[in-house]
């Protein structure tokens, strides 16, 4: 009788820009709990990939491979099959695929039934400080909305700056800072291959510019130019050079964080990508050099 080779499960981690799936991600990596020959597959969405360098830095996993610009549902597909085949000769046990903040989750699970492979779970974040914010914005609240129906599991990230935060819909949740987050997570079998996807004329459009500067910027200036950002910026992430040294930086609407970067490794690329819900001139929004 022919024996079926085993098939990898995939575990995928979503949720809208700037929830935590990075963070989230280097959680499981650090745990101890995941196999030796895991892969971790990182979309990004700009022609920065910070999550791949931040997950590279921040973990002691070899196995991380960024994924071309865009979102793993739609335009990169071909780029996640080929990196999906291209594992097979690493006997990969495990992987964890990072979805774009834009994506569905569905349409990336629908991905994952490639040959050897199986969608093990669709996991995504939510991100207590800004979700109800973000349901209802006109234009992004339908796929923040439909990024959680579409979850097998939900983790509830940044709880303790919005600890009366409820979720309005029946989901099994985890707090991503709960002891037994990890293992919750990792054991989790999904069963939601029927979840609805596509908006029609209602899918949202998302644009993305990038600023490039090798030069020293002073971090007077650079918080000036990042409080002023208009509120169709969703998200700024990346890696500045200041007069203080290379600073990480990571906007999610009004919420800024600046961390000194600690890692002996210098960023592979020093700008910042922004991600808005409307196309943006960066020249006249202060961002010329």
Not at 228 to 246: D, E, M, W, Y
Request: include cysteine; hydrophobic fraction near 40%; aromatic fraction near 6%.
């Amino acid at each position: 009788m022919m024996q079926m080779s085993p098939q990898t499960p995939i575990t995928l981690i979503g949720g809208y820009l700037g929830a935590g799936k990075t963070t989230f991600i280097n959680k499981l990596l650090n745990s101890g709990r995941l196999p030796s020959r895991t892969a971790v597959l990182v979309n990004d969405f700009g022609d920065i990939n910070v999550d791949e360098h931040l997950i590279r830095s921040g973990s002691k996993s070899d196995q991380v491979i960024g994924l071309a610009n865009g979102c793993v549902c739609c335009s990169i597909a071909d780029d996640l099959t080929a990196a999906l085949e291209a594992l097979k000769s690493s006997v990969i046990e495990r992987v964890l695929l990072e979805c774009s903040g834009v994506a569905e989750p569905q349409k990336a699970r629908l991905q994952c039934h490639y040959p050897g492979y199986y969608p093990h779970a669709s996991v995504v974040l939510v991100d207590a400080l800004n979700h109800a914010q973000r349901c209802t914005d006109k234009y992004v609240g339908a796929l923040v909305s439909a990024q959680v129906k579409q979850a097998d599991l939900i983790v509830m990230s940044k709880s303790s700056a919005n600890p009366d935060f409820q979720l309005n819909i029946l989901l099994p949740s985890v707090d991503a800072d709960a002891e037994d987050a990890v293992e919750i997570v990792l054991g989790w079998q999904g069963t939601n291959d029927s979840a609805e996807t596509g908006f029609g004329d209602r899918a949202p459009k998302f644009f993305t510019e990038t600023w490039r500067c090798q030069e020293s910027l002073s971090a007077e200036k650079l918080i000036q130019r990042l409080d002023a950002l208009p509120a169709s910026v969703h998200r700024v992430k990346g890696f500045v050079a200041t007069n203080a040294g290379i600073v990480e930086i990571q906007r999610v609407g009004t919420d800024m964080q600046i961390t000194p970067w600690q890692s002996l490794s210098r960023p592979d690329h020093l700008g910042l990508v922004f991600i808005s819900h409307t196309a943006e001139n960066l020249a006249l929004l202060g961002w010329a050099d």
